[in-house]
């Protein structure tokens, strides 16, 4: 007989999602993305970080003050969209542990994902967060958030 207690595929996904996010080195927030097409298949993943050559030891981790990490940082949706390297997006669905921005729904729109699924919206009454919204909606792109049917997931080293 199967195994009954194996998890879905969208708590599949988010997990790699939240497995990038882990990668990050923002002190305040960490995100991670992972695109999948029709078939399962992951076509990419990233995470919020510099873009590469920008040491994450030289540039600013703060969120305020004169010099912050946001004209620097590379949002997860982003950097998923460029981590595929002109991979054909069209129809496939992104898994992203926090709503995306505004910048980032453009993004989205712009490769072709046809859905997006989140886990958090923390930002939701955001002026960025409710125009992502609006441009999701009218370039049809499905949002959903996940509800997943575990807590947590734990991955272990130790496999003997």
Same mark, same amino acid.
């Given at each position: 007989?199967?195994?009954?207690?194996?998890?879905?595929?969208?708590?599949?996904?988010?997990?790699?999602?939240?497995?990038? $996010?882990?990668?990050?080195?923002?002190?305040?927030?960490?995100?991670?993305?992972?695109?999948?097409?029709?078939?399962?298949?992951?076509? /990419?993943?990233?995470?919020?970080?510099?873009? +590469?050559?920008?040491?994450?030891?030289?540039?600013?981790?703060?969120?305020?003050?004169?010099?912050?990490?946001?004209?620097?940082?590379?949002?997860?949706?982003?950097?998923?969209?460029?981590?595929?390297?002109?991979?054909?997006?069209?129809? $496939?669905?992104?898994?992203? /542990?926090?709503?995306?921005?505004?910048?980032? &729904?453009?993004?989205?729109?712009? $490769?072709?994902?046809?859905?997006?699924?989140?886990?958090?919206?923390?930002? &939701?009454? /955001?002026?960025?967060?409710? &125009? /992502?919204?609006?441009?999701?909606?009218? &370039?049809?792109?499905?949002?959903?958030?996940?509800?997943? $049917? +575990?807590?947590?997931?734990?991955?272990?080293?130790?496999?003997?």
């Amino acid at each position: 007989m199967k195994r009954k207690d194996y998890i879905s595929w969208d708590e599949y996904f988010m997990g790699v999602a939240l497995l990038a $996010s882990k990668r990050s080195k923002d002190p305040n927030t960490q995100v991670g993305a992972c695109i999948v097409d029709s078939n399962n298949i992951i076509l /990419s993943t990233g995470y919020n970080g510099f873009p +590469i050559g920008c040491s994450d030891d030289e540039y600013p981790w703060a969120r305020e003050g004169d010099d912050t990490k946001y004209p620097y940082v590379v949002h997860a949706e982003l950097n998923t969209i460029l981590n595929a390297n002109g991979k054909d997006l069209r129809g $496939s669905r992104i898994y992203v /542990s926090l709503f995306p921005c505004n910048e980032c &729904a453009k993004a989205i729109i712009q $490769s072709g994902i046809k859905e997006v699924i989140y886990l958090s919206d923390k930002y &939701a009454k /955001s002026v960025g967060t409710l &125009a /992502s919204k609006r441009m999701l909606a009218s &370039a049809g792109v499905t949002v959903r958030q996940l509800e997943p $049917s +575990i807590e947590s997931l734990t991955i272990n080293y130790n496999i003997e």
